[in-house]
C-alpha cells in the first residue's frame, strides 16, 4: 500500500512540475501586450487622466478616457513604463473593435487612501498610450497627469443639506432658483493654481427610469470668471429631492466637487 502511494505521490510532484513548465514557457511565448507596431502609426485623438476629489464625499480616484475611430488592443505606461491599463476586446468585440473607453477608478475615503497615497501610486508625467488600430496601424499618444487637484468650491446659495435624507429640511423656489459659488483660486494644499472651468449638475433623487436613461439632469459647463447659475424653471418639478453638485475643473483636468441637497416647494 505504501509502495502504491508513493509512486501516486510522485506521479502528482511530476505532474505538477510539467504543468509548471508549460505554463512557464507559455508566458514566456505570449507576446507582450500592446507592442510597439512597426507599421505606420496615428495619435489618439483623445487620451486623458485625471484626479477626481468629491470633497463632498471626501473621497477620492483617478478618471480617464481613451477615444479614437476603432482600435483592437489599447495600453496606457506611466511615465516608469510600468503598465497602469490594459484593455483588449475579445471574439465579435474584437472584430467590431471599441472606439473609446472612459473610466472611473474605485473612490476610496480619504482615511484608507489619500493624496499622499495617490501620489505615490500614480507619479506625475506622461502617460503613453500605445495599441493597435481597427485597420491594423499603431496608435500612439500620451496623457498628461498632474497633482494639482482643486480646492473644494465654496457654494454660496442656495443652502443644502448635507445628507440625502435631509433634502426636505431645505426648500428652494421652483422658479428662481440661482446657484452661485466661490472663485476657486489655489489647489486643496494651498498652492497657485490654473481653473479652466466650472460644472454644475443637478440631479433629481428619485430614479423611475429602472436603468437611469431618461434621468433628469441639468449639467452645465461655464466659463472660469462665472461664479452664478440661474437653473431654468423648466426642469426643476414641484416637490421634488435634488442634488446639486459644483465642479471646480483645474487646466490638466482634475477635478474637485462639493454639492449636497434640496427640495422643491
Same mark, same amino acid.
Not at 484608507?112 to 501610486?121: Q, T
Not at 434621468?215 to 470668471?225: A, E, G, K, R, S
Given at each position: 500500500?505504501?509502495?502504491?502511494?508513493?509512486?501516486?505521490?510522485?506521479?502528482?510532484?511530476?505532474?505538477?512540475? +510539467?504543468?509548471?513548465?508549460?505554463?512557464?514557457?507559455?508566458?514566456?511565448?505570449?507576446?507582450?501586450?500592446?507592442?510597439?507596431?512597426?507599421?505606420?502609426?496615428?495619435?489618439?485623438?483623445?487620451?486623458?487622466?485625471?484626479?477626481?476629489?468629491?470633497?463632498?464625499?471626501?473621497?477620492?480616484?483617478?478618471?480617464?478616457?481613451?477615444?479614437?475611430?476603432?482600435?483592437?488592443?489599447?495600453?496606457?505606461?506611466?511615465? @516608469? @513604463?510600468?503598465?497602469?491599463?490594459?484593455?483588449?476586446?475579445?471574439?465579435?468585440?474584437?472584430?467590431?473593435?471599441?472606439? /473609446?473607453?472612459?473610466?472611473?477608478?474605485?473612490?476610496?475615503?480619504?482615511?484608507?487612501?489619500?493624496?499622499?497615497?495617490?501620489?505615490?501610486?500614480?507619479?506625475?508625467?506622461?502617460?503613453?498610450?500605445?495599441?493597435?488600430?481597427?485597420?491594423?496601424? /499603431?496608435?500612439? /499618444?500620451?496623457?498628461?497627469?498632474?497633482?494639482?487637484?482643486?480646492?473644494?468650491?465654496?457654494?454660496?446659495?442656495?443652502?443644502?443639506?448635507?445628507?440625502?435624507?435631509?433634502?426636505?429640511?431645505?426648500?428652494?423656489?421652483? %422658479?428662481?432658483?440661482?446657484?452661485?459659488?466661490?472663485?476657486?483660486?489655489? +489647489?486643496?494644499?494651498?498652492?497657485?493654481?490654473?481653473? %479652466?472651468?466650472?460644472?454644475?449638475?443637478?440631479?433629481?433623487?428619485?430614479?423611475?427610469?429602472?436603468?437611469?436613461?431618461?434621468?433628469?439632469?441639468?449639467?452645465?459647463?461655464?466659463?472660469?470668471?462665472?461664479?452664478?447659475?440661474?437653473?431654468?424653471?423648466?426642469?426643476?418639478?414641484?416637490?421634488?429631492?435634488?442634488?446639486?453638485?459644483?465642479?471646480?475643473?483645474?487646466?490638466?483636468?482634475?477635478?474637485?466637487?462639493?454639492?449636497?441637497?434640496?427640495? +422643491?416647494?
Amino acid at each position: 500500500m505504501r509502495i502504491h502511494q508513493k509512486a501516486l505521490q510522485l506521479f502528482v510532484v511530476s505532474a505538477l512540475l +510539467t504543468l509548471m513548465f508549460v505554463s512557464i514557457v507559455s508566458a514566456q511565448d505570449s507576446p507582450m501586450p500592446c507592442v510597439p507596431a512597426q507599421a505606420e502609426t496615428v495619435t489618439i485623438a483623445t487620451a486623458k487622466l485625471y484626479i477626481e476629489y468629491n470633497a463632498a464625499a471626501d473621497d477620492l480616484g483617478v478618471h480617464g478616457a481613451f477615444d479614437d475611430h476603432g482600435w483592437s488592443e489599447l495600453c496606457v505606461y506611466d511615465p @516608469n @513604463n510600468v503598465l497602469v491599463l490594459h484593455v483588449s476586446p475579445q471574439s465579435q468585440l474584437k472584430d467590431l473593435t471599441m472606439a /473609446g473607453i472612459f473610466f472611473e477608478s474605485r473612490e476610496p475615503i480619504l482615511e484608507e487612501f489619500n493624496f499622499a497615497n495617490l501620489g505615490a501610486a500614480f507619479p506625475e508625467g506622461q502617460y503613453e498610450v500605445r495599441g493597435t488600430n481597427f485597420d491594423g496601424t /499603431g496608435l500612439i /499618444g500620451a496623457a498628461t497627469f498632474t497633482h494639482n487637484v482643486p480646492a473644494k468650491p465654496i457654494i454660496v446659495v442656495p443652502a443644502l443639506a448635507m445628507d440625502e435624507e435631509l433634502a426636505g429640511d431645505v426648500v428652494v423656489s421652483t %422658479t428662481d432658483l440661482v446657484i452661485e459659488w466661490e472663485d476657486v483660486t489655489q +489647489t486643496y494644499d494651498g498652492k497657485p493654481i490654473v481653473i %479652466t472651468g466650472y460644472e454644475i449638475i443637478v440631479t433629481r433623487l428619485e430614479k423611475t427610469d429602472p436603468h437611469g436613461y431618461s434621468l433628469p439632469i441639468f449639467d452645465v459647463h461655464v466659463p472660469p470668471d462665472r461664479n452664478r447659475l440661474p437653473v431654468p424653471v423648466e426642469f426643476l418639478e414641484p416637490g421634488t429631492g435634488y442634488e446639486l453638485e459644483v465642479l471646480a475643473l483645474e487646466e490638466s483636468g482634475n477635478q474637485t466637487i462639493a454639492g449636497g441637497y434640496f427640495t +422643491t416647494n
